[in-house]
């Protein structure tokens, strides 16, 4: 009997934890990992040198020169990412092939030669053959938004890898927008922020979960038989 126990409590709790997975909230990411990181703490404070400002700044653990404007550029720093995301493609192909072929063979004149039970016999063969084949494809895709990331990464060269997530909570689902890659600070503006048109390797998501979201998907068994089947 306990035994018995030991299995049913096994096997309950592996199916919580199917279960657990089944409705998992967080939808996966290809974004560049981590998606943020804390910023650095600063190394010991020299001695006051007697400049008010370099002392208060050292006291408080950050360092920043009076006339430096807040730009990211330290590893822990924030930027905005302006999204604008604008993508159009169109495609066509029109392929047309013929080909026709018209053959004859007659025997009009056997002289002294065998076979004249061919005298008079003819042969005519004619071929068509035509293939045409026409597509067409148009994509239109626009993504417009703000999203804030972190310097992740100061590259050798000055670039900045940042990364990021923004979640939106909205009745019994969730939005998720995330984005990353590699930014040059002389695209920062003076209010600290970039297009996301200027970032480098850029990987921009929006996605969702909850029921409405969950209602678009088709089932694994659907997906199954759709990979399997042969028509």
Known sequence: MTVLFSIAR?????????????????????????????????????????????????????????????????????????????????????????????????????????????LGAGLAADSAFQFSGEGAAASNNVFTGTITVTVTEVLPNGNLAVSGEKQIGIGPG??????????NPSFITFSNSVNSVQVADARIEYRANGQIENAQNMGWLSRFFLNVLPF
């Open 10 to 118: 096994a096997a309950a709790a592996v199916a919580c934890g199917a279960l657990a997975a089944c409705i998992t909230t967080t939808p996966s990411t290809s974004v560049m990992q981590p998606m943020t990181v804390r910023p650095q703490f600063a190394a010991t404070p020299q001695a006051a040198s007697g400049s008010i400002y370099l002392a208060s700044n050292q006291s408080a653990g950050i360092y920043r020169p009076l006339f430096e404007d807040r730009r990211a550029r330290n590893v822990g720093d924030t930027i905005t990412i302006n999204i604008v995301e604008s993508t159009a493609a169109n495609k066509k192909s029109d392929t047309s092939t013929k080909r026709a072929s018209d053959n004859k063979f007659g025997v009009t004149n056997v002289t002294g030669l065998p076979g004249k039970s061919f």
């Open 174 to 183: 969730s939005e998720f927008i995330r984005m990353s890659g590699v930014v």
